[in-house]
């Protein structure tokens, strides 16, 4: 039986994530009772993704790739911890915890005013119109340096 994502402390903590992304809240994120809502964490966590996509490993979650690759969400699991707010910013820490052959798992924390808000775990999966592809050994290597700094990890790298 799995653990909640909450209840392994040492995801609460900014320090154990290496990739981190800040996000101005929108009014558009707000429910009436000015919280974010549950869709803005969705978008919050994407926004994360794409900045250590694009910004740290150079893969690209777009559907136009030249070599014709994507990059796919194939899971996402949230846990909502507490309520965000609007106006103000969210921090969102991202860090790898498992590399498989053609996939890994990101660990994605969201931080307002220091405190953990919402957890998520992504699988995401590098592939091409024909299915999965391989990662290779450059991409695996890149993974590995943005392991997960908390007991939670898995088995990063080749």
Known sequence: MSRRLAEQADRLHAGNYPVRFTYRTLYSDMDPNRHLNNGAFGRLF???RSDLHHRV????ADRTTANGLILLLATITMEFLREGWYPGSVEVASAVLR???SSYVLAQAAFQDQACIALADCVMVKASPGGPVPLTGTERDLLAG???GGQTAGTVGP
């Open 99 to 101: 590399v498989g052959g």
């Open 146 to 148: 943005l392991a997960f």
């Open 46 to 48: 994407e926004e994360g």
């Open 57 to 60: 490993i150079g893969m690209s």
